[in-house]
């Protein structure tokens, strides 16, 4: 009787434990305001869900001119100048986005995601493995198209990918035995052109999840946003009360517009203590060489402007072909 007394006692402290921790998750997707913000019955009542929609495909213009870096930022793997001319790079022909200097802009947010701490890998990794997806399938196509395939097709698609291993991290070894490769000059193409190969392939399918580079490109084109709008909210003043949100709080703001209404529940909820390990403002700032508010707020437009014309004409191509919600 004692024995199941105690039994009975430590499943209901058990019980308990886990209704606080619930409880716990769940006052974080309290709304702030009145029911009226909430959302569907899946979303969180969070006023920031309900982000006024920005216009499909911005009027693009000149890149803003960013403070002068002429020297990298010592100690760190991220820097802003090779994020920055990356992107440059991948807008070089007009209405399109050239793929490899956008996989290299990639690289380098990467970089940034990965100084953030551990706790970010559960998002790094992921993006990580979608870089080396598009850049192993696009050099696969070159490499038919050229038919230099030789001895490919009978050891698979690691001879393919090792054509391409020259000067790869060691770290990024993710796909099991697959590198990171670099594409060749040859394989060099932009996203409209490999939406269009794929499409005449017929790689992309409409009604169930492919491993197509289309689909690939969405959910890095999703990310960007969340990255670009967290980034954003760096670069806002204080409020009313001179307070300055956390990069926690912005971080969460971004995720339940750009990449929330996407995921499952499951993934929802771990991202959130993802959003509490988030470093404070300071070490954002000191990630692209700043030591004020004042002096990364140039540096952090000319970021997120450059973000946005890539992003914008990202989602107009992707939008002509009914491609914003591959499955």
Same mark, same amino acid.
């Given at each position: 009787?004692?024995?199941?007394?105690?039994?009975?006692?430590?499943? @209901?402290?058990?019980?308990?434990?886990?209704?606080?921790?619930? @409880?716990?998750?769940?006052? @974080?997707?309290?709304?702030?305001?009145?029911?009226?913000?909430?959302?569907?019955?899946?979303?969180?009542?969070?006023?920031?869900?309900?982000?006024?929609?920005? $216009?499909?495909?911005?009027?693009?213009?000149?890149?803003?001119?960013? $403070? =002068?870096?002429?020297?990298?930022?010592?100690?760190?793997?991220?820097?802003?100048?090779?994020?920055?001319?990356? +992107?440059?790079?991948?807008?070089?022909?007009?209405?399109?986005?050239?793929? &490899?200097?956008?996989?290299?802009?990639?690289?380098?947010? +990467?970089?940034?995601?990965?100084?953030?701490?551990?706790?970010?890998?559960?998002?790094?990794?992921?993006?990580?493995?979608?870089?080396?997806?598009?850049?192993?399938?696009?050099?696969?196509?070159?490499?038919?198209?050229?038919?230099?395939?030789?001895?490919?097709?009978?050891?698979?698609?690691?001879?393919?990918?090792?054509?391409?291993? %020259?000067?790869?991290?060691?770290?990024?070894?993710?796909?099991?035995?697959?590198?990171? =490769?670099?594409? =060749?000059?040859?394989? +060099?193409?932009?996203?409209?052109?490999?939406?269009?190969? #794929?499409?005449?392939?017929?790689?992309?399918?409409?009604?169930?999840?492919?491993?197509?580079?289309?689909?690939?490109?969405?959910?890095?084109?999703?990310?960007?946003?969340?990255?670009? @709008?967290?980034?954003?909210?760096?670069?806002?003043?204080?409020?009313?009360?001179?307070?300055?949100?956390?990069?926690?709080?912005?971080?969460?703001?971004?995720?339940?517009?750009?990449?929330?209404?996407?995921?499952?529940?499951? +993934?929802?909820?771990?991202?959130?203590?993802?959003?509490?390990?988030?470093?404070?403002?300071?070490?954002?700032?000191?990630?692209?060489?700043? %030591?004020?508010?004042? &002096?990364?707020?140039?540096?952090?437009?000319?970021?997120?402007?450059?973000?946005?014309?890539?992003?914008?004409?990202?989602?107009?191509?992707?939008?002509?072909?009914?491609?914003? #919600?591959?499955?």
């Amino acid at each position: 009787m004692v024995t199941l007394t105690r039994m009975t006692l430590l499943r @209901l402290l058990l019980l308990a434990a886990m209704l606080a921790l619930l @409880l716990f998750i769940s006052s @974080l997707w309290l709304p702030h305001t009145g029911l009226t913000d909430c959302g569907d019955s899946w979303q969180p009542c969070l006023t920031f869900f309900h982000r006024k929609p920005e $216009p499909p495909f911005p009027e693009e213009a000149e890149l803003p001119k960013a $403070p =002068p870096l002429t020297e990298e930022c010592p100690g760190q793997s991220f820097q802003a100048r090779h994020l920055l001319a990356y +992107l440059k790079s991948s807008m070089a022909s007009a209405d399109d986005v050239m793929l &490899e200097p956008y996989l290299q802009s990639w690289d380098e947010l +990467l970089n940034f995601m990965e100084s953030l701490g551990t706790m970010v890998s559960f998002f790094s990794d992921k993006v990580k493995e979608k870089v080396i997806l598009i850049r192993v399938l696009s050099l696969k196509r070159d490499l038919e198209a050229h038919g230099k395939r030789g001895t490919a097709d009978k050891s698979g698609p690691q001879s393919e990918v090792n054509v391409a291993q %020259r000067n790869c991290p060691d770290d990024m070894k993710l796909l099991g035995d697959f590198s990171c =490769p670099v594409l =060749p000059l040859e394989a +060099l193409r932009s996203i409209r052109s490999m939406v269009d190969a #794929e499409l005449k392939e017929g790689v992309v399918d409409f009604s169930r999840r492919t491993e197509s580079g289309c689909r690939t490109l969405l959910r890095l084109h999703r990310s960007l946003l969340w990255l670009k @709008l967290m980034l954003e909210g760096l670069a806002e003043g204080p409020d009313s009360d001179g307070r300055y949100r956390t990069p926690g709080e912005l971080s969460r703001a971004a995720y339940m517009v750009a990449l929330a209404p996407h995921h499952p529940w499951v +993934l929802r909820q771990a991202a959130e203590f993802l959003f509490l390990a988030l470093p404070d403002r300071p070490f954002f700032l000191r990630l692209v060489c700043a %030591r004020s508010q004042r &002096e990364a707020t140039p540096l952090l437009h000319a970021i997120i402007h450059a973000l946005e014309l890539v992003h914008s004409r990202t989602q107009r191509i992707l939008a002509e072909h009914g491609m914003l #919600e591959l499955p």
